[in-house]
């Protein structure tokens, strides 16, 4: 019965002068999703509203399901949209509504009614009592609450009427592309994925880059990568993921350096190449998926060492996740399985036994000076041999 949905939002509300940006933000972002979905729609705005139309024939699970992928919506009510022919009229659209759309009519409910326009000769709380009243002489079993309802009605009048009686909830933040771009370092595993989510939750627009090599790690690694690039891009929009051939670097320094600084001294040339890619790309930071102590790499003394080389700032809103918070938030938004299938990245082939927990930032300078002969052009190499693959 539904051909609409009225979609609510929550922080853009008070967002004072330049809160038509952010609406036209999120009304772009709607329309970006609903192209994957059969049907036409239309999605306009009004009076701090967002509406979303079906034109044509649609599947309407589907459709909801890309607009609970929508960051920036905090509530989609399915709702029927009415012409304005009289309150006599109304009501008996209302009584309708109520019949075809629950058969069970053993339960408390509420009208809450707003009127926006305010040449509507009835005012909200008449349209209250007076709606209620005629629903109470349709269906006698219904009783009214005005506290704590099973069903709220709500009535909007506008240009238009708009009846809907459920909000199903949306993923909220900010549209993505409202804060800027950053540059996710993504790998097979379960976090990162979660913090590309999360940080695009707030509006930041996604690049990546994924560290491979071949051929420790195989081609099944790699398409596991672009896969989970691909589920975080059903929120994030399309990313475009840079593919870096690691292994020549991570062999050189496996040759060169003490294997218990390994860990954190690939780190510090992943940061370097994924920070040459993010401001070609005009990022404005890097992403990791790190958490304080989950590993000897995310230690605050490592993670102070692996922020020395950059100059962009590197966020990490993973940071005070324990591993099962992470989990959660992966397996709701469909990563986890991909994550934790058997393919192993680069990250986990080259692991020393006993990697430095609290590393010397003057003795991890002293170990990469061994390697000044042939850095720099493996460095330039691989960025210029990467390989750039737009996942939508």
């Known amino acids: 019965m539904f051909r609409a949905f009225l979609i609510k939002y929550g922080e853009i509300g008070i967002k004072g002068k330049n809160r038509h940006l952010f609406e036209d933000a999120l009304v772009s972002q709607i329309q970006h999703a609903l192209k994957a979905v059969e049907g036409t729609f239309q999605t306009s705005k009004e009076q701090g509203r ?20 929508v960051f920036g919506i905090v509530g989609i009510c399915p709702a029927v949209i009415l012409e304005d022919q009289g309150f006599e009229q109304l009501c008996q659209d209302v009584i309708a509504y109520l019949d075809a759309r629950y058969a069970d009519k053993q339960m408390t409910f509420k009208v809450n009614a707003r009127r926006a326009r305010k040449d509507y000769p009835i005012e909200s709380m008449q349209i209250n009592a007076r709606v209620g009243e005629k629903i109470l002489m349709a269906f006698p079993q219904m009783k009214v609450d005005v506290h704590h309802p099973q069903l709220l009605l709500n009535i909007e009048v506008r240009q238009k009427i708009i009846l809907y009686s459920e909000v199903i909830p949306g993923p909220g933040g900010m549209p993505v592309g409202t804060s800027g771009r950053a540059m996710l370092l993504l790998s097979g595993g379960i976090d990162s994925p979660v913090a590309g989510y999360m940080i695009s939750k707030r509006g930041v627009k996604l690049d990546a880059t994924y560290f491979h090599a071949p051929p420790y790690t195989s081609e099944r690694a790699k398409q596991k990568v672009v896969e989970l690039a691909r589920l975080v891009a ?4 399309p990313i475009c993921l840079k593919v870096v051939n690691f292994t020549e670097i991570q062999l050189y320094i496996y040759e060169k350096c003490p294997h218990e600084e390994l860990t954190i001294i690939m780190r510090r040339y992943m940061m370097k190449i994924a920070e040459h890619f993010a401001k070609e790309s005009h990022s404005m930071g890097l992403i990791t998926g790190e958490s304080i102590g989950q590993v000897a790499s995310q230690t605050m003394q490592s993670l102070a060492a692996t922020n020395e080389v950059c100059t962009l ?3 990490r809103p993973l940071i005070g996740f324990d591993k099962q918070e992470i989990i959660d938030v992966s397996e709701k938004i469909g990563t986890y399985e991909t994550s934790i299938q058997p393919f192993e990245d680069c990250c ?3 692991v020393a036994k006993h990697p430095v927990t609290k590393p010397n930032l003057n003795i991890i300078r002293r170990s990469e000076q061994r ?3 042939k850095i720099d052009q493996m460095v330039q190499t691989a960025i210029e041999s990467a390989e750039t693959i737009v996942v939508e």
């Open 371 to 373: 390697l000044r002969e």
């Open 348 to 350: 986990t082939i080259f």
């Open 234 to 237: 059903r929120y994030s929009g």
């Open 50 to 69: 967002i509406y979303v139309e079906a034109l044509s024939e649609f599947d309407y699970e589907e459709t909801l399901e890309s607009l609970q992928r």
């Open 313 to 315: 700032p590197v966020y």
